[in-house]
């Protein structure tokens, strides 16, 4: 019996070694197979996205993990007579200038691999109207007094040979507006906010620069955000940001009134270029000028901080400018609303300095350069964060346009199903 017992005790002890043994075994193998399938899927996911509705909680799932894989909406082209758009380019400015995003998308839109070839399997519909490339004889800006009735013959076009806009009242068609204040269409921002958006023109998906977080009339209408245009080719021109020698501290060159009641009788900038051109013009370490000629982009290339004060509007090409060659932008805009916050995040890349808070500017940077500038540097010196902000012809991906699609396809998933304002 106590043979018996003893063979029984250890056959009960071989028993429980083996399954220690077998549990360890079966999580090494489980672990295996979960880190093959993840590693598999994700591979698969990158190279092909995933087509699911969007009401399953995969795609949020999905797009949590990988923002960028989300699919872009299917956009139809409209074929406008050339009176509303290739007549421009005449002039090739009408390209270039800091308003020739519209330009620039419709562009890439031509060859954007989800253009549209049939208008029924569009998810949106781009009107290609130039209207910031009639310029002025006398001063060479923009005249917009021609910019509503352009428009709006061209509404009166699609609308007239097409079902599409009058279906949505025009909810899912797309225009461009990149001058000061958007669709108001004009210079003055007291003009622009009693003109307000065309009433056409208010149920459509506006791409604007002007963009602030309090309420105005110039935004009502539903609007992507978008950069003012800077050539791609910018980031050619000079050397990579990180081997740039920046001797300058702070660099300006543009309009800056000694006498800011100009002859419109206007107070140009809320006075903010003004008191920087007095409180800093005799200080060795600012490098301003009055106006924009010279070697503009050689100096901000030099430089580590590049102001960027509100104009007439808030927004400024600088912005762009500046991360484009790697210099630091010093927001001076209360209020201002930047394009792509999630792609560029700006509070990393950039310092803001209130309007009120320009006198102490200097000190305000030199605290910057003091404690954390190289971490913002960094930051300012990811390619992805130049690629976000400039208009490639055609569009690449993580380039301004592609961001665009992006926020359509975000207003797509949002506004199913369609109901009229």
């Not at 540097?377 to 993580?398: I, K, V």
Request: net charge positive.
């Amino acid at each position: 019996m106590k043979v018996t017992a003893r063979r029984a005790q250890l056959h009960h002890q071989k028993a429980l070694q083996l399954w220690k043994y077998y549990k360890w075994i079966l999580w090494l193998a489980l672990s295996v197979y979960l880190f093959l399938t993840t590693t598999s899927s994700s591979s698969s996911f990158l190279s092909h996205p995933l087509h699911l509705k969007p009401n399953l909680p995969a795609r949020a799932l999905i797009e949590a993990r990988e923002p960028s894989s989300s699919p872009l909406p299917k956009v139809y082209v409209y074929e406008l007579p050339s009176r509303y758009n290739k007549d421009w380019l005449s002039d090739p400015r009408c390209g270039s200038h800091l308003f020739a995003s519209e330009v620039a998308i419709h562009q890439a839109l031509l060859g954007y691999p989800g253009r549209a070839v049939d208008p029924n399997d569009a998810d949106f519909f781009f009107v290609p109207v130039y209207v910031s490339c009639n310029f002025s004889t006398p001063n060479g800006f923009p005249s917009l007094h021609h910019a509503r009735p352009l428009l709006s013959s061209a509404v009166d076009f699609v609308s007239s040979r097409f079902s599409f806009w009058n279906r949505s009242h025009g909810r899912d068609h797309v225009v461009v507006a990149s001058h000061d204040y958007g669709a108001c269409f004009h210079a003055m921002e007291d003009v622009a906010m009693a003109d307000g958006i065309p009433e056409f023109l208010e149920r459509s998906i506006i791409l604007q620069t002007f963009g602030v977080r309090s309420p105005h009339p110039c935004q009502r209408a539903e609007h992507v955000l978008i950069p003012p245009y800077v050539p791609p080719g910018i980031e050619d021109e000079r050397p990579a940001p990180e081997k740039a020698r920046r001797d300058i501290f702070v660099f300006f060159r543009g309009k800056m009134e000694v006498h800011p009641k100009n002859v419109s009788g206007r107070f140009y900038g809320r006075r903010v270029r003004t008191e920087i051109w007095r409180r800093y013009s005799a200080n060795p370490r600012f490098r301003l000028q009055r106006k924009r000629s010279g070697d503009y982009r050689a100096e901000m290339t030099r430089s580590v901080f590049c102001l960027c004060p509100l104009g007439w509007a808030p927004w400024s090409p600088r912005l762009v400018e500046s991360v484009a060659l790697g210099c630091v932008p010093v927001i001076i805009a209360d209020d201002i609303r930047l394009p792509f916050p999630e792609a560029v995040r700006w509070p990393e890349i950039s310092v803001t300095v209130a309007e009120a808070d320009v006198g102490r500017l200097e000190a305000t940077l030199d605290h910057v350069a003091a404690t954390n500038l190289s971490a913002i540097q960094r930051n300012l010196w990811d390619p992805a964060r130049r690629r976000s902000l400039l208009f490639h012809r055609p569009t690449e991906q993580g380039d301004a346009t592609w961001h665009v699609l992006r926020a359509l396809e975000g207003m797509r998933r949002r506004r199913r199903p369609w109901r009229p304002r």
